[in-house]
């Protein structure tokens, strides 16, 4: 029986890719199967998934594993050598005029709002009149489709993915692609890949501004962006901790050490303000944001304060400057989504006009 069924596997992943792509494949007795799929940077991302569901597809298998793997990566582990070869220069940034003033949001650490900022940031620009457009730079956690309430595959037309519209901002995101439930256990190559064909591959079209959500961090998807395209500015989220502030200083310098201009600091959970009576309460130690600006020499953009509800709107997919814009935390990210269009339109000739 193994033997039936892994010809009918191999006959699956046949016919949807070459067979030069599928390396180890094993199957056991009771319906296990683990293969290692070699994707290159000129694969689609989606074929990883698509081969997952081919074998799925097969009658008698119960688990599929797949080991993702950049081929041009794997032949030179354990090749002979007898000195170090030149690293390749690091590639340089295009300009994407299309998309207009790009902006990257990023974090030290998880957890400290990133990606509702982004969201809140984007749809209170469209609110404002601007073309907008959001990536969801965020490949091990993406959150956007959930905030923006929307969870549909995108579709390709003429070669191009089309992106997808909710509260008038453009969005794309590796959630909208890979099953909710999928592990994202990728290196560094399938990573910049992804963040390429997501700015190259999707049909955005014309736009004012172009927001990144990034994972936590200074890995792999911060450092692709910065070498993909041209930044115009980043965003510094963090909470008004030490533990998080000193985080966030790490990220900060990533971007001052690729060049890149960072715009501001916003603290989140800047204390809690109370529904009944609008007193406003520090549930945390005060100033982080502050101090964290002082130290980078950048201004203090912002302080959104905890607010009931808030979670349960960003769980329905209702960023809550459109679902109470005028709640404090709503006025406090509106206030920051001016301040950082201000900002992100002096650098640049010919500024964009303001929406009344």
Same mark, same amino acid.
């Given at each position: 029986?193994?033997?039936?069924?892994?010809?009918?596997?191999?006959?699956?992943?046949?016919?949807?890719?070459?067979?030069?792509?599928?390396?180890?494949?094993?199957?056991?007795?009771?319906?296990?199967?683990?293969?290692?799929?070699?994707?290159?940077?000129?694969?689609?991302?989606?074929?990883?998934?698509?081969?997952?569901?081919?074998?799925?597809?097969?009658?008698?298998?119960?688990?599929?594993?797949?080991?993702? &793997?950049?081929?041009?990566?794997? =032949?030179?582990?354990?090749?002979?050598?007898?000195?170090?070869?030149?690293?390749?220069?690091? +590639?340089?940034?295009?300009?994407?005029?299309?998309?207009?003033?790009?902006?990257?949001?990023?974090?030290?650490?998880?957890?400290?709002?990133?990606?509702?900022?982004?969201?809140?940031?984007?749809?209170?620009?469209?609110?404002?009149?601007?073309?907008?457009?959001?990536?969801?730079?965020?490949?091990?956690? +993406?959150?956007?489709?959930? &905030?923006?309430?929307?969870?549909?595959?995108?579709?390709?037309?003429?070669?191009?993915?089309?992106?997808?519209?909710?509260?008038?901002?453009?969005?794309?995101?590796?959630?909208?692609?890979?099953?909710?439930? =999928?592990?994202?256990?990728?290196?560094?190559?399938?990573?910049?890949?992804?963040?390429?064909?997501?700015?190259?591959?999707?049909?955005?079209?014309?736009?004012?501004?172009?927001?990144?959500?990034?994972?936590?961090?200074?890995?792999?998807?911060?450092?692709?962006?910065?070498?993909?395209?041209?930044?115009?500015?980043?965003?510094?989220?963090?909470?008004?901790?030490?533990?998080?502030?000193?985080?966030?200083?790490?990220?900060?310098? &990533?971007?001052?050490?690729?060049?890149?201009?960072?715009?501001?600091?916003?603290?989140?959970?800047?204390?809690?303000?109370?529904?009944?009576?609008?007193?406003?309460?520090?549930?945390?130690?005060?100033?982080?944001?502050?101090?964290?600006?002082?130290?980078?020499?950048?201004?203090?953009?912002?302080?959104?304060?905890?607010? =009931?509800? &808030?979670?349960?709107?960003?769980?329905?997919?209702?960023?809550?400057?459109?679902?109470?814009?005028?709640?404090?935390?709503?006025?406090?990210?509106?206030?920051? =989504?001016?301040?950082?269009?201000?900002?992100?339109?002096?650098?640049?000739?010919?500024?964009?006009?303001?929406?009344?």
């Amino acid at each position: 029986m193994p033997s039936d069924i892994h010809a009918r596997i191999a006959a699956a992943l046949a016919a949807l890719t070459r067979p030069d792509k599928v390396h180890d494949l094993v199957v056991d007795d009771d319906g296990k199967v683990s293969f290692t799929f070699h994707l290159t940077r000129e694969d689609p991302a989606t074929l990883v998934r698509d081969a997952r569901k081919a074998v799925q597809a097969v009658a008698g298998v119960r688990d599929v594993k797949v080991n993702v &793997m950049d081929p041009g990566t794997a =032949a030179t582990q354990g090749a002979p050598h007898t000195h170090a070869p030149t690293p390749p220069p690091p +590639p340089t940034p295009q300009e994407m005029p299309h998309l207009g003033r790009v902006l990257a949001i990023s974090s030290g650490k998880g957890g400290v709002g990133k990606s509702t900022v982004s969201a809140n940031l984007a749809a209170a620009l469209a609110q404002a009149g601007h073309r907008v457009g959001l990536m969801d730079g965020d490949i091990y956690g +993406p959150n956007v489709p959930r &905030m923006m309430g929307v969870d549909d595959k995108p579709p390709v037309v003429g070669g191009k993915i089309q992106p997808l519209l909710a509260h008038g901002v453009k969005l794309m995101s590796l959630g909208f692609i890979v099953e909710r439930e =999928a592990p994202a256990i990728w290196r560094g190559p399938i990573i910049m890949k992804i963040i390429q064909q997501f700015l190259r591959d999707v049909a955005w079209g014309e736009l004012d501004y172009f927001l990144v959500d990034l994972p936590p961090g200074t890995g792999d998807a911060q450092l692709s962006l910065a070498q993909t395209i041209h930044l115009h500015g980043a965003i510094i989220v963090t909470t008004p901790q030490e533990m998080a502030t000193g985080d966030s200083l790490r990220g900060a310098k &990533m971007f001052e050490r690729v060049g890149v201009n960072v715009l501001g600091v916003v603290e989140n959970m800047s204390g809690y303000v109370c529904p009944h009576c609008g007193t406003h309460t520090e549930l945390f130690l005060a100033g982080g944001g502050e101090r964290l600006a002082a130290e980078l020499g950048v201004p203090l953009l912002g302080q959104v304060p905890l607010q =009931a509800g &808030m979670a349960q709107l960003a769980d329905a997919g209702q960023p809550i400057v459109v679902a109470a814009p005028d709640s404090p935390a709503a006025r406090a990210l509106i206030d920051i =989504a001016t301040h950082t269009a201000e900002l992100l339109q002096a650098t640049r000739s010919g500024p964009l006009p303001i929406a009344p």
